[in-house]
């Protein structure tokens, strides 16, 4: 067993392992429960174990605290979903996305934009809104048609 550093993740989780004297090898991630998967970035300290004559190790663990990967921040970040998903959901008593200058959801020809200065803008083919009960419109000044 001994500490090596993260040089390279792969898509199907492989992880390429620097060791101390400069050799790499390729490492597969040890996960300890299906709750938490093991993860690694680029940069971690990690404790690795390789079998004698084994084409590949296994990384055990972190070492220390998680890094931020190394490199230029980047502006977008993209998630994308895997082919067959159909429905993303995300979990919680209570979900925030927020943003600094503006939000925008998009889907086909429809949009809702929000900005800093409390404007909302809803875009659309067709828009219903509909309330079982009282339906408000407020504003300043409002105009229909």
């Known amino acids: 067993m001994r500490e090596a550093t993260v040089c390279a993740v792969g898509d199907a989780g492989e992880v390429t392992v620097r060791h101390d004297d400069?050799?790499?090898s390729l490492c597969r991630l040890l996960q300890m429960?299906?709750?938490?998967?093991?993860?690694?970035?680029?940069?971690d300290r990690?404790?690795?174990v390789a079998p004698t004559g084994a084409d590949e190790g296994y990384v055990l663990g972190r070492v220390g605290l998680p890094?931020?990967?190394?490199?230029?921040a980047t502006r977008v970040v993209e998630?994308?979903?895997?082919?067959?998903?159909?429905?993303?959901?995300?979990?919680?008593r209570k979900v925030t996305i927020a943003a600094d200058e503006s939000l925008s959801l998009e889907?086909?020809?429809?949009?809702?934009?929000?900005?800093?200065?409390?404007?909302?803008?809803?875009?659309?083919t067709d828009i219903t809104s509909r309330a079982k009960r009282l339906h408000k419109v407020k504003g300043a000044s409002v105009a229909i048609n």
């Open 22 to 24: 400069g050799a790499e």
């Open 33 to 43: 429960s299906e709750d938490r998967p093991l993860q690694a970035v680029e940069g």
């Open 46 to 48: 990690v404790l690795v």
């Open 67 to 72: 890094r931020a990967p190394a490199g230029p």
């Open 79 to 92: 998630v994308v979903i895997p082919e067959g998903v159909e429905t993303v959901r995300i979990a919680g």
């Open 107 to 124: 889907c086909g020809g429809g949009s809702i934009r929000i900005d800093k200065r409390g404007k909302v803008v809803v875009l659309g």
